[in-house]
């Protein structure tokens, strides 16, 4: 079943943070966020495992909550190359597959 | 690295045609997914393959669909024959190990007229 992502989208102006919210209905081994640009491939951001952890890397980072099944993605002082669609994936304990979330559309303004 | 290589990147059929998408993983990663990306249903795992091996091939529509890994290096996906509702953009991706992220190729849009 489909992962939940909440808001659908969201603009912001640059310095600006955001977060994005990614539900499961089920119980999650891993879960991943991706950031795709108009016309290219999803690219990997980060990968958060079971055991709830946070992670990030430059001004972006994730927790994940596997208790509540749910991940967060933490977009801070927001630059215009942040600008994209976020997707996160989330991985069952049955399998090596991510099922995809709806995504959700992030404009960065000048 | 080259990463995940596909081909072609653009593709314009007729109705009824033969349509194969052809992706080359990058070496040493051991699972590749074949994905579809659609406006109205978002990136779709279409199915995915272990050392070479079709794990889970749920996601594909229909007998239509095809698609086979004979080696670590290649796999291609075939639709026969397509329909114009097969018109999306298949992705491919590859990954090392359970506890890394997905690479994903450029894609090709497929168009069905």
């Known amino acids: 079943q489909q992962p939940v992502q909440s808001p659908q989208a969201v603009i912001l102006r640059e310095g600006e943070d955001a977060v994005i919210n990614c539900s499961s209905s089920?119980?999650?081994?891993?879960v991943h966020w991706y950031r795709q640009k108009h016309g290219e491939a999803p690219v990997f951001l980060m990968i958060?495992?079971?055991?709830?952890e946070q992670k990030g890397h430059d001004k972006i980072s994730a927790s994940f909550n596997e208790k509540k099944q749910q991940s967060s993605l933490y977009l801070t002082a927001s630059q215009l190359s942040y600008s994209g669609t976020y997707f996160c994936?989330?991985?069952?304990?049955?399998?090596?597959?991510?099922?995809f979330g709806g995504g959700t559309r992030l404009m960065v303004k000048p | 690295d080259a990463g995940v290589i596909q081909s072609p990147r653009h593709e314009v059929t007729e109705m009824g045609q033969e349509v194969t998408l052809r992706c080359k993983p990058i070496?040493?990663?051991?699972?590749l997914f074949w994905y579809r990306q659609t406006m109205m249903r978002g990136l779709e795992l279409l199915i995915y393959?272990?050392?070479?091996?079709?794990?889970?091939d749920s996601g594909m529509p229909e007998d239509r669909f095809s698609a086979k890994m004979p080696n670590a290096s290649f796999s291609t996906l075939k639709i026969q024959p397509s329909e114009p509702r097969d018109s999306a953009v298949y992705f491919c991706?590859?990954?090392?190990?359970?506890?890394?992220?997905?690479?994903f190729g450029s894609g090709t849009r497929l168009t069905v007229v």
């Open positions: 393959f272990n050392n070479n091996v079709p794990i889970d």
């Open positions: 958060l495992l079971k055991g709830g």
């Open positions: 991706a590859s990954r090392l190990g359970q506890v890394q992220g997905y690479t």
């Open positions: 070496s040493g990663h051991n699972s």
């Open positions: 994936g989330t991985e069952g304990n049955a399998g090596n597959m991510l099922t």
């Open positions: 089920k119980a999650l081994y891993s």
